[in-house]
């Protein structure tokens, strides 16, 4: 019967910006951050923990938002808490003035995720199971009741998503143990960000295949010239059987997006990511007509679940990029799940930043089990950053993300990394 | 050659909630509040000020996110200011590590149009002229610089604008006097907020018809038996040749909008506003086709010029609803008022809550002069609440927005106003 006592947020920085990791078109100088939260128990074991991912400046305003919704868990039974995870994030959502700021978009509605994502970690971490395997092992009823629907009957109802979701129940118990057995396939971006000289991007990139990465992605945008000697270069280094993507990371307008992509030559590319800006639901189906057979991936910065239902009725994209802290949580990323489930898109989830890999890969491996099974077009980002600050890192073998066994939501930091970390008073800013 | 010294932002609150005015489907309990901003300068007579619109809980970071971002006007002189408000425009809303937080959106996006908005009014006041007329005698060269065209010149290009700009500066000088004459027709809220009685409700729409309104607003979308009976009783009330609009505030989806609106009956309605989510371009345009000939009013809420400029290309609304201080800004809504004017669209701002009036009138005579010039669709909204705590209040004759004369853009608060709602510690809350 453990009782949510308090919650406190920290400012978490790494200066990634010292040495262009993480680097690309649009993100000159990111410092990877957290906006962490935890929650403590009246058991001393048992805490939850999330956070937002953000590149820097600002991370304590996404602080501030986290204090404003987090009252909302404090003093519940996490048993209690369990059973009404839906109502939770509808709350949370719908706070009638809170709202104003967003709607559901912004620093306000990532807040909302991270209070969610903790909430999920506490309970699963109550269960003790993964996340992944406490959202798969819910009924499809329970799953539905997760979901708000609002605003997204058009493309898929309560009623739609139970019917799917009755069905993919027949293959749970093999597609677990298939998990298990051979986890899920990862890309790698460790090899493309911009700050690289082609050298080192070359020799990563001879890495990644000999890790046994079949997909590859490059950071692209701020020179058509420098894009096309390294998508040469990159394509010379890992032959013609590994797929190469790029990541425009939102540089283009519409017309000029359309343009430089046709002119990059036959590079035989997999995607193109995040071409322009992320609300342009209507610029994105352009581009993908006009760039076609090069598909569109994108959703990182996707703000919520009405821009991922405008994307999948416009065509706008082929893979869905889902963000473990971009929306609100577990909850709004499930709703993604069962709209690409009935539209047959697959989900690609975006990784990287500050824990992504260690939270995102949870909700992939739920859409593997319970939702849509089977995609051979499914991938999960991997970047080998800050994975040695997490509790329970990312696993990965052969270029696979292998299943998390431990429980929780992954979110999870050590003490000594959050107390390092802390921005500005922590020891690895202060001796500087 | 004034200088900016310093700035500062306070909680503003009103305690709109205690009487239910600004209720309606979505927004039960709002207090109206200011997250307000001061620039001062070395000159003691000459500061700056701005605001961006919230509806209580969430003020204070509303604030905390302008505080990230104000740094960008202090230490400049006013009169460089003037000459560079496009860079600025472009350098809030592009900071590489803030621009991850929305991206432009939500807190941090409306922080920006605040800081954005207290620099035009400092600017406005140093040459003595009200922002509508500062803004009216900018060449258009001038006006195309304050633009950021990245991500919307699929729509207009800065060459399209600047001939656009440069066929109405031809009638400039004839659209100036009509409108020191005559101003720009107004319409009501004030009678339709979904918290009155009937008896209040009919009561307040005759008094505006006497008051010489030809267009009134209700709330709607709670219950469609008090929809079909608040519709009834208003247009018995108000006479078959006045315009009758109604605003449900995004509480739908798209089905039931659809069928919800095409059940109201033959009450001849000039627009349904906002009949769902914000960011739904795909949606408005589905309900735009399925409710013809009844046409639809959004933007309010329209985080940023991608989205308007999706509802033109989709013909997702017929009335465009810009918002003081939703978007970045003067700037950001002087691409609305480009775009609007590109394609017909007439330009309907929305007004109300605390300044949005004082502010927005400046966009729509600036549009007016300028831009659009004439057009018999326009109509800016106004709602009668909170004019007494600003220095410059709008001055509405016979239903009409008459232009001020004064000085600046229209945001600044007596200083009395200020301290006296203060939240928490303004005597308004602490008598409570």
Chains 1, 2 share one sequence.
Not at 336 to 359: I, R, S, T
């Amino acid at each position: 019967m453990a009782k949510v006592t308090s919650f406190k947020t920290v400012d978490v920085r790494f200066p990634t910006s010292r040495g262009l990791d993480g680097s690309d078109a649009m993100n000159q100088d990111p410092d990877y951050s957290a906006a962490y939260l935890v929650f403590e128990t009246d058991e001393p074991e048992l805490s939850g923990h999330g956070l937002v991912f953000t590149i820097g400046r600002g991370n304590d305003l996404q602080c501030a938002a986290i204090d404003l919704l987090a009252g909302y868990v404090v003093g519940r039974e996490v048993s209690e808490l369990a059973k009404g995870m839906g109502d939770l994030a509808r709350s949370l959502v719908r706070d009638s003035q809170m709202r104003w700021l967003g709607p559901e978009k912004g620093v306000t509605h990532m807040a909302a995720g991270a209070v969610l994502n903790a909430a999920w970690d506490l309970v699963s971490k109550s269960a003790g199971k993964p996340l992944w395997k406490y959202l798969s092992e819910l009924s499809p009823a329970e799953i539905v009741d997760l979901v708000d629907f609002r605003y997204i009957t058009d493309v898929i109802t309560k009623e739609e998503a139970l019917s799917l979701l009755t069905k993919a129940a027949a293959n749970k118990t093999k597609n677990e143990a298939k998990l298990l057995a051979e986890g899920l396939p990862a890309y790698t971006t460790t090899p493309g960000w911009l700050g690289y000289t082609d050298e080192k991007m070359v020799r990563l990139a001879k890495q990644a295949v000999a890790d046994g990465f079949t997909l590859i992605k490059l950071k692209c945008g701020v020179s058509l010239e420098d894009d096309k000697r390294r998508l040469r270069l990159a394509r010379e280094a890992i032959g013609p059987d590994i797929r190469l993507a790029v990541d425009a990371n939102q540089v283009w307008d519409v017309p000029n997006a359309i343009e430089w992509i046709n002119s990059l030559g036959d590079i035989n590319l997999h995607w193109v990511e995040e071409p322009t800006n992320p609300d342009d639901v209507v610029g994105h189906a352009a581009i993908a007509k006009a760039i076609a057979p090069v598909r569109v991936a994108t959703g990182e910065h996707a703000a919520n679940r009405i821009i991922f239902k405008q994307m999948i009725q416009a065509k706008s994209l082929s893979f869905l990029q889902i963000d473990a802290t971009r929306v609100a949580g577990v909850n709004e990323n499930i709703a993604m799940l069962l709209m690409a489930a009935k539209h047959g898109v697959p989900v690609c989830p975006h990784a990287g930043g500050v824990g992504l890999c260690e939270m995102v890969q949870h909700l992939a491996m739920f859409d593997f089990v319970a939702i849509a099974g089977e995609n051979p077009d499914r991938v999960v980002e991997f970047v080998d950053h800050l994975h040695e600050h997490f509790v329970v890192p990312t696993k990965i073998q052969r270029a696979r993300y292998m299943a998390p066994v431990e429980p929780g939501a992954g979110a999870e930091m050590f003490k000594q990394s959050v107390v390092d970390f802390t921005y500005p008073t922590g020891k690895e800013w202060i001796d500087v």
